[in-house]
Nanobody
């Protein structure tokens, strides 16, 4: 069993930055890819960013490319999402997810464990 706990969400203004953190426990964290997804009210949960077990391979949704950066610290069993130039359309609950393999993926099925989420609200 894997536990994922997100933190760092909050209410910010458009143009501001936030860094989300996800603390993982329960298995060898460094062996698995990790990802961030988000879900806005009335919408499907969507892929935001992912990275491989080593962090060498990363991927982003087109809507956040160039503004968001995913990273990990395997020594701390943590993954991060740095969000710059936030927009009102980034408002959502953000979820950390642990992958099934060493790679990252864009599909929800690529991830086996999920955190409870952290709310990010961006005002205009």
């Amino acid at each position: 069993q894997v536990q994922l706990v997100e933190s760092g969400g909050g209410l910010v203004q458009a143009g501001d930055s936030l860094r989300l953190s996800c603390a993982a426990s329960g298995r060898t964290f460094s062996r698995y890819g990790m990802g961030w997804f988000r879900q806005a009210p009335g919408k499907e949960r969507e892929f935001v960013a992912g990275l491989s077990w080593s962090g060498a391979s990363t991927g982003y949704a087109d809507s956040v490319k160039g503004r968001f950066t995913i990273s990990r610290d395997n020594a701390k069993n943590a993954v991060y999402l740095l969000m710059n130039s936030l927009k009102p359309e980034d408002t959502a609950v953000y979820y950390c997810a642990a992958g099934r393999t060493t790679a990252w993926g864009r599909r929800r099925y690529d991830y086996e464990y999920w955190g409870q989420g952290t709310q990010v609200t961006v005002s205009s």
